[in-house]
RNA sequence: GCGGAUGUGGCGAAAUUGGUAGACGCACUAGACUUAGGAUCUAGCGGAGCGAUCCAUGGGGGUUCGAGUCCCUCCAUCCGCACCA
């Protein structure tokens, strides 16, 4: 048999590759241009392993076949390398982070080209150099020079804001600020100082620095953002999270959350990913309502407050038709009213609350969401639309950060609220008709509306509008939409990211010169914070900027991806981020491939970038992503022993390792009397040499009673469950003498779990050896046929030797027994033309709709078909050859050149079916009787109906089933079936 | 709690608008060639039955001549958000 030579192959191919620069990508063409783009990795020091590489697969496949459709593609590859790991070794080590992130980059891209993939490298990205964070910088800087004007719904330089402010103050500015901005009119401002200028500026620009509630992270000695934590510790590490206050750089993205909200429409993304970013962003709908204050511990309307000035409490909600349910309103531990409203009585109690609250981490308050808790102030609102007083409480099942921080609390239709009300025996309004038949009335959401004055009668979605008019047209309250979604945080305490282009006179940032830019990163003695608990940019010498200090923290992670697709259109631009020119070329990126984790972080951040350059002009498309994958997570495999861990620290116990069944069925109690035996004699044999080495006295018993917990080993270590027991000896150095309990047949069995893959679960499966063994075709092609690119599986090699059997049949079809190639060059049979026009027809579908897994078996399936047709014909040959170099392009090349073309698979053309090949002169139907399959009739295509029906009729297999009963009517569909009803 | 997804042989999975369920591959069984090879080829492979045939797409119900596919309901698993007023 010839032999199929991978290796050699696949070198060869991918020198000719680079050597010739195929895959370099124009940025004019007179061909249409397709943008496919992967997420672009972390390089981590694990190197890849073989769940990476499954969406660039698929990418790779759509470029290589786009391309061969005719198409300029562009298909870059970069790599996100700010991180904190890198930080993480360097503060161990107090190496340079940018020394091990080139390293790794350098082994990174060693992986991706033995791969195969057909990136053009020129375009390369990597975030952490200078020349491409210059710009990262640059487009900060236009962030912090705009403000976004609500009446023309984009973002503005802030010299329009001035200008209008020169003239008429901010009175009819209608812009996106800070909820504290001072008013003020032109004279006002016109007076002010250069500071105070900026100072007031700064509640408009779309960045700027503020005081905020950050989650820090002790551990990590850095603040993370919403995304990064998961259960209230981080994701990196699992390290404890706490809220703490601190100066921060911010970034308005809530300024475009309606924009963000409603492009989801027009985009070609999953549902599932596009509610995640919904739910994210969060609007809703409903009104603030105001609520005059009765005089302090007094339940009396009439009285005027002392002090005279009538203070409103301010709640948002989305169901004030329910108002008339109000029975108490609650604030936030937090809210700033909570002292002035606590009488001199509930003083002592209030301050021990809020106390408590503080204390209390949002680990705490996440986990503990159904105790109940609060304290009564001693304070009465008003429901204005009733006049009745409401008692004020505080508890910390409401939020300061959303709406107002103050709800006004309807038990009979809010669960929380009815949980309260329950708890502190608070009274319950009925205000839905028909709750009053449930023990739960929250759980009828929507009705007619009863005990509720001038909404009685109204249904739910009535009252609420006719609620929010009357409240307006009576001037205590307003219609009004609030987001969940926050202001991004913008800062970290750290090294390895871009430094901010801003310092300080005093309070006030300022932005360094634009010609000054890049800021590069200083060099520092350590990587750690200061003594002072500065940020490592502390540490550097003359770390100022004209005299003045220069901004500490670095740019959060999501900065320079937020950007870089761009980047790839026009990389060594020096003059600009990327040419207007170029970028308008390119466009949208057409497929854009990457996990689901990124919902609602890099995915809206993005958006968020792109949208603010599009309204500067700067870019032309208003949505950078048109079409998007999530292809889902490789996960790994991991391998369990169980290990005996002892009470107490006593250096001298042994390392004793049961076998899964056994433990399995002592956890189950059910070990047979002679298995035990067997088990204590192993364990004593094997305990009287230890005891005697060690000089100790365990006894079978001190064991038995031992707690047993599963422990990872490497994978490598295992094959079908079995423990290679000498390797896991010689593993680590203190199980050298481990006592290894195995099965009655001698066997450890090992127990297994599917999991994420990674380093210390010692699960990782790598690509490099799957390509030494099988190569790269092989991998890509089994990659894909693992399944649907969007789903979630374990790695398992139990299929891949079909798909390495395939390529070798492949090749074996047309080469000699010494390996010399040979095709026909005589007429394909119509047989063979019908197998290779059906399967272009079927690839190509496939790869429209990114089902490569199915085109896959398309590929086996036409290469049975011409093997049992003995067909090794040049005229098939070709064709074959381009519709799977997608797919295989090592073993596909090799093959089109030895067919005599000359240059590279690339140039050739995606063949076009051919029809008339396809569709057959007769036609099998299946024919069934009442829905079931009865018999198989051939009849040609073009037959009427009637025909059919007749000679259907006529047939003796279906007369036997008809029995004599004449038929109700017969359904024929065209090239389907015909199915007959009695 | 809210939102989303998935459920088909021993396994990974096909079935594009309702139309022969299980394509293709793995594993397994038998045979051939060879003869101690993890090679290749041929055949079989959801269950029951000698067979015609019957039963099978998480469970139950419905629409239809016909349902893996559409509707209702329940169950299980996974993911996202989580006191968002």
Not at 110 to 127: A, C, H
Not at 362 to 367: H, I, L
Not at 400 to 414: E, F, K, L, R
Request: proline fraction near 5%; glycine fraction near 6%; aromatic fraction near 12%.
């Amino acid at each position: 048999m010839a032999e199929y030579n991978f290796r050699d192959i696949e070198k060869k191919w991918q020198r000719y590759w680079a050597e010739n620069n195929i895959y370099k990508t124009e940025n004019t063409s007179h061909k249409k241009k397709f943008y496919a783009l992967d997420m672009f990795p972390y390089p981590s020091g694990a190197g890849l392993h073989v769940g990476h590489p499954l969406g660039y697969i698929a990418s790779d496949i759509v470029s290589r076949y786009k391309r061969l459709k005719g198409f300029n593609v562009l298909h870059p590859m970069g790599f996100d390398s700010f991180g904190l790991p890198a930080e993480q070794y360097a503060i161990q080590t107090g190496q340079h982070p940018a020394i091990t992130t080139e390293q790794n980059i350098k082994r990174y891209k060693e992986q991706l080209k033995n791969i195969g993939f057909s990136y053009d490298w020129s375009r390369e990205v990597q975030t952490h150099q200078p020349d491409y964070y210059r710009w990262t910088q640059w487009i900060f800087m236009q962030l912090f020079d705009n403000w976004y004007n609500n009446d023309s719904d984009k973002a503005e330089h802030i010299d329009t804001l001035i200008s209008q402010f020169e003239q008429s103050g901010n009175d009819e500015v209608n812009a996106v600020c800070d909820e504290d901005t001072p008013e003020f009119i032109a004279d006002q401002w016109n007076e002010w100082n250069e500071e105070e200028k900026l100072k007031v500026l700064l509640h408009y620009r779309l960045t700027f620095p503020s005081e905020a509630v950050v989650n820090w992270c002790p551990a990590l000695g850095t603040v993370l953002a919403n995304d990064e934590i998961k259960d209230g510790v981080s994701e990196r590490g699992g390290h404890a999270v706490e809220r703490k206050k601190m100066k921060q750089w911010m970034m308005r993205i809530t300024a475009y959350a309606d924009r963000l909200l409603k492009n989801l429409e027009h985009l070609d993304w999953s549902e599932p990913m596009k509610d995640m970013q919904t739910n994210w962003i969060g609007k809703s709908y409903g009104c603030e309502l105001q609520f005059a204050l009765s005089p302090l511990n007094s339940p009396s309307p009439k009285e005027k407050r002392p002090g005279g000035e009538a203070k409103t409490l301010t709640a948002f909600t989305t169901r004030p038709d329910t108002i008339y349910g109000v029975t108490f309103m609650v604030m936030a531990p937090e809210h700033e009213w909570v002292n002035e409203l606590t009488t001199s009585e509930q003083k002592a109690e209030v301050i021990a609350y809020v106390e408590a609250a503080k204390n209390r981490s949002e680990r705490e308050r996440q986990t503990d969401v159904k105790s109940v808790s609060g304290v009564f102030t001693g304070s009465y609102a008003i429901n204005p639309f009733n006049n009745e007083p409401i008692p004020i409480w505080v508890a910390d099942y409401v939020l300061a950060g959303y709406g107002t921080g103050v709800v006004m609390a309807v038990p009979s239709s809010d669960n929380r609220d009815y949980r309260f009300a329950k708890h502190f025996d608070l009274p319950v309004t009925l205000v839905i008709e028909g709750s009053e038949q449930l023990d739960d009335p929250t759980e009828l959401k929507h009705g007619k509306m009863f005990n509720s004055g001038i909404l009685n009668g109204l249904n739910s979605d009535e009252a609420i509008q006719k609620a929010i008019q009357h409240a307006e047209e009576n001037g205590f309250g307003t219609s009004k939409v609030n987001f969940r979604m926050r202001d991004a945080v913008f800062s970290r305490q750290r090294y390895w990211g871009e430094p901010v282009p801003a310092y300080f006179k005093g309070d006030i940032p300022y932005l360094v010169d634009e010609k000054d830019l890049p800021l590069e990163l200083p060099s520092v003695d350590k990587y750690k914070p200061t003594k002072t608990g500065d940020p490592p940019l502390g540490r550097a010498a003359n770390w100022t900027y004209n005299g003045y200090p220069l901004e500490l923290t670095t740019m959060p992670g999501w900065a320079a991806s937020s950007w870089y697709f761009l980047r790839y259109m026009d990389a060594d631009n020096e003059s600009a981020f990327a040419d207007k020119n170029i970028t308008d070329y390119w466009g949208q990126v057409d497929l854009y491939l990457g996990g689901t984790e990124h919902a609602t972080g890099h995915l809206l951040y993005s958006r968020f970038w792109n949208m603010f350059l599009y309204d500067r002009g700067l870019i032309s498309h208003d949505e950078p992503f048109k079409k998007l994958i999530n292809q889902g997570m490789i996960q790994g495999v991991s391998s369990f022993v169980y290990r005996v861990v002892f009470s107490g620290d006593d250096k001298t116990m042994p390392e004793v390792f049961l076998s899964k069944g056994i433990v399995d069925r002592i956890t189950k109690s059910n070990l047979t009397r002679a298995e035990q035996d067997i088990i204590e004699k192993i364990l004593k044999n094997e305990l009287g040499g230890f005891n005697e080495k060690h000089n100790t006295s365990w006894s079978v018993e001190n064991v038995m009673e031992q707690k047993i917990i599963p422990m990872h080993i490497d994978i490598g270590m295992v094959k079908n469950d079995i423990l290679d027991v000498g390797a896991f000896k010689a593993w680590r150095p203190e199980y050298k003498e481990a006592i290894i309990i195995p099965e009655a047949d001698k066997n450890y069995l090992c127990g297994s779990e599917v999991e994420k893959m990674s380093k210390s679960k010692y699960n990782v499966v790598n690509p490099d050896e799957i390509i030494e063994r099988y190569g790269a075709d092989t991998l890509r092609l089994y990659e894909m046929f693992l399944g649907p690119l969007e789903q979630f599986k374990p790695w398992n090699t139990n299929g891949i030797d079909g798909v390495f059997k395939f390529l070798r049949k492949v090749w074996n079809l047309f080469h000699k027994e010494n390996g010399e190639f040979y095709v026909s060059d005589t007429e394909p049979a119509k047989e063979e033309l019908k197998v290779l026009h059906r399967t272009i027809k079927k690839a190509q579908e496939d790869i429209e709709r990114y089902s490569f897994n199915t085109s896959v078996s398309e590929f086996m399936i036409c290469l049975n078909d011409l093997t049992a047709l003995k067909c090794n014909k040049a005229a098939i040959l070709e064709p074959l050859v381009v519709i799977l170099s997608p797919y295989a392009p090592h073993i596909t090349e090799e093959l089109w050149h030895k067919l005599g073309h000359v240059t590279s698979i690339t140039q050739a053309e995606f063949p076009g079916y051919n029809e008339a090949y396809l569709v057959e002169a007769e036609h099998e139907y299946p024919v069934s009787v009442n829905g079931k399959m009865r018999a198989k009739l051939k009849f040609p295509l073009d037959m009427p109906k009637e025909d059919i029906e007749k000679q259907v009729l006529e047939d003796q297999v279906i007369q036997k089933w008809l029995d004599g009963k004449p038929p109700k009517k017969v359904i024929v569909v065209p090239k389907k079936i015909v199915n007959v009803v009695v």
